[in-house]
């Protein structure tokens, strides 16, 4: 059973720095971040493949880091120039299939955590 669990959340102020943790990862496959907002569907924020290649939404490129550690069976989010409308639920999750593209697709996700709350004041 995979179990997948984010830390890391809170409140910062506009431009601030926050880094979320995903515990639970396994190595053979690619992990996500994605988001979710009150009222909005559900968004991909970055994913990282297998061997280490990373790709990034739009609206996160340049300010967000994802990284993995297979030893500690770990990702992160480094999220840094953090502004209001980065506001959501943030969820980790595992890509169902194993494959070195990583998908962009909540749909292409099999295991979720139960995420972590990110809050942006102005």
């Known amino acids: 059973q995979v179990q997948l669990v984010e830390s890391g959340g809170g409140l910062v102020q506009a431009g601030g720095s926050l880094r979320l943790s995903c515990e639970g990862s396994?190595?053979?496959?690619?992990m996500g971040w994605f988001r979710q907002a009150p009222g909005k569907e559900r968004e991909f924020v970055a994913g990282i493949s297998r061997i280490g290649s990373t790709f990034y939404g739009e609206s996160v490129k340049g300010r967000f880091t994802i990284s993995r550690d297979n030893g500690k069976n770990t990702v992160y989010l480094q999220m840094n120039s953090l502004q209001p409308e980065d506001t959501a639920v943030y969820y980790c999750a595992r890509q169902s299939a194993i494959s070195y593209i990583v998908y962009v697709s909540a749909n292409q996700y099999d295991y979720w955590g139960q995420g972590t709350q990110v809050t942006v004041s102005s």
């Open positions: 396994q190595r053979s496959y690619n």
